[in-house]
């Protein structure tokens, strides 16, 4: 966990006394468990709204919950990966892993060095995430395409197709979306290929089957489409737009820090956005809207991190620094738009 430690140096040490960085440091079991109890609840009553009303709104409405929450196993998941969720590493790794990663086709075991060096590279051309934001600020019309393919399930597609290749071995594993080829993984035998994709693709098909059983003993096997549905199409728009807040538009750009070697202060390369209800239920569930304060402070758990930047602010870090702060989502899309 060198890594992480490492980029504690990007604080600036005089912000905080040693006993607030010690508190808002400390970890959370009670707080863990909130988390992943509330989402899983949240998931929970939107099945149940769906079962009880069925019907356009009540599917609209649940699938749309779901989506946002099915987000947010992805964070939580992420604040797993930093080991930041719980206090011990084995809580982390197994919930992070069974509960958060595989319900929502991830891997937490292939994430966590994935995002590591996405943390110690961001801002230069070395950072494994970088795809996701270099096609940004764009025009009007690419940025309709864009969503227009999250909204009619192409991207679900491109998705789907992406990460069974990924499982398979073939191309090496990212979030960003680039399809970088693994060497010599076309020499493999075919039990070799399939032996890679049952312990990457395994655990994801057993919560899928587990989660299907549940529904199906309900008597609502049919919820389990909502589930898909959800990850297809409001998950992708989620994504998309909490990908872009973070750390699209920002002063440096793929083409201004080409050659860059020393990591940039993330006040340069990463925007925190104020979130209402409303964005707090769908594109930033759990704190992750404060993104400058994780790149500063990364082993800050996510309930700590509205009161790091309340610290922040009130200690004039961001007029000092100039950082990255939206006052809603909005803004930010307004500002991902090239002028005419």
Same mark, same amino acid.
């Given at each position: 966990?060198?890594?992480?430690?490492?980029?504690?140096?990007?604080?600036?040490?005089?912000?905080?006394?040693?006993?607030?960085?010690?508190?808002?440091?400390?970890?959370?079991?009670?707080?863990?468990?909130?988390?992943?109890?509330?989402?899983?609840?949240?998931?929970?009553?939107?099945? &149940?709204?769906?079962?009880?009303?069925? /019907? $356009? =709104?009540?599917?609209?409405?649940?699938?749309?919950?779901?989506?946002? #929450? %099915? @987000?947010?196993?992805?964070?939580?998941?992420?604040?797993?990966?930093?080991?930041?969720?719980?206090?011990?590493?084995?809580?982390?790794?197994?919930?992070?892993?069974?509960?958060?990663?595989?319900?929502?086709?991830?891997?937490?075991?292939?994430?966590?060095?994935?995002?590591?060096?996405?943390?110690?590279?961001?801002?230069?051309?070395?950072?494994?995430?970088?795809?996701?934001?270099?096609?940004?600020?764009?025009?009007?019309?690419?940025?309709?395409?864009?969503?227009?393919?999250?909204?009619?399930?192409?991207?679900?597609?491109?998705?789907?197709?992406?990460?069974?290749?990924?499982?398979?071995?073939?191309?090496?594993?990212?979030?960003?979306?680039?399809?970088?080829?693994?060497?010599?993984?076309?020499?493999?035998?075919?039990?070799?290929?399939? &032996?890679?994709?049952?312990?990457?693709? /395994? $655990? =994801?098909?057993?919560?899928?089957?587990?989660?299907?059983?549940?529904? #199906? %003993? @309900?008597?609502?096997?049919?919820?389990?489409?909502?589930?898909?549905?959800?990850?297809?199409?409001?998950?992708?728009?989620?994504?998309?737009?909490?990908?872009?807040?973070?750390?699209?538009?920002?002063?440096?750009?793929?083409?201004?820090?080409?050659?860059?070697?020393?990591?940039?202060?993330?006040?340069?390369?990463?925007?925190?956005?104020?979130?209402?209800?409303?964005?707090?239920?769908?594109?930033?569930?759990?704190?992750?809207?404060?993104?400058?304060?994780?790149?500063?402070?990364?082993?800050?758990?996510?309930?700590?991190?509205?009161?790091?930047?309340?610290?922040?602010?009130?200690?004039?870090?961001?007029?000092?620094?100039?950082?990255?702060?939206?006052?809603?989502?909005?803004?930010?899309?307004?500002?991902?738009?090239?002028?005419?």
């Amino acid at each position: 966990m060198s890594e992480i430690v490492a980029s504690h140096s990007k604080f600036p040490a005089d912000t905080l006394s040693k006993n607030e960085l010690r508190g808002l440091l400390k970890t959370s079991d009670a707080q863990g468990w909130l988390a992943l109890g509330t989402t899983w609840g949240l998931i929970a009553g939107a099945f &149940a709204l769906a079962a009880v009303f069925p /019907g $356009p =709104v009540s599917w609209l409405i649940s699938g749309m919950v779901i989506g946002g #929450r %099915q @987000l947010a196993l992805g964070i939580l998941m992420h604040d797993c990966a930093h080991r930041s969720l719980f206090r011990t590493r084995a809580l982390n790794d197994w919930v992070g892993a069974w509960l958060c990663a595989s319900p929502t086709w991830q891997d937490l075991s292939r994430y966590r060095p994935h995002h590591l060096r996405h943390h110690t590279a961001a801002g230069t051309e070395r950072d494994p995430d970088l795809a996701l934001v270099s096609a940004y600020p764009a025009t009007r019309e690419s940025l309709f395409r864009k969503f227009l393919r999250d909204i009619t399930g192409i991207s679900f597609l491109r998705r789907v197709v992406g990460l069974l290749i990924m499982d398979a071995g073939y191309i090496e594993y990212t979030v960003a979306g680039e399809n970088k080829p693994v060497a010599d993984a076309g020499k493999r035998s075919v039990s070799q290929v399939l &032996a890679t994709l049952l312990r990457n693709f /395994g $655990p =994801v098909v057993m919560t899928q089957l587990v989660l299907f059983a549940m529904l #199906r %003993q @309900l008597g609502h096997a049919e919820l389990f489409l909502l589930w898909v549905g959800a990850w297809a199409i409001p998950f992708s728009v989620f994504v998309r737009i909490r990908s872009i807040a973070e750390h699209a538009g920002t002063e440096l750009t793929p083409a201004e820090h080409a050659g860059t070697e020393l990591t940039p202060e993330p006040a340069r390369h990463t925007r925190t956005t104020l979130a209402n209800w409303a964005a707090r239920l769908t594109v930033a569930p759990h704190h992750v809207n404060f993104h400058l304060e994780h790149h500063l402070l990364i082993l800050v758990p996510q309930h700590n991190l509205p009161r790091l930047h309340r610290l922040l602010r009130e200690r004039g870090y961001y007029t000092r620094t100039r950082g990255y702060l939206a006052r809603g989502y909005i803004e930010v899309l307004r500002a991902m738009i090239k002028p005419a």
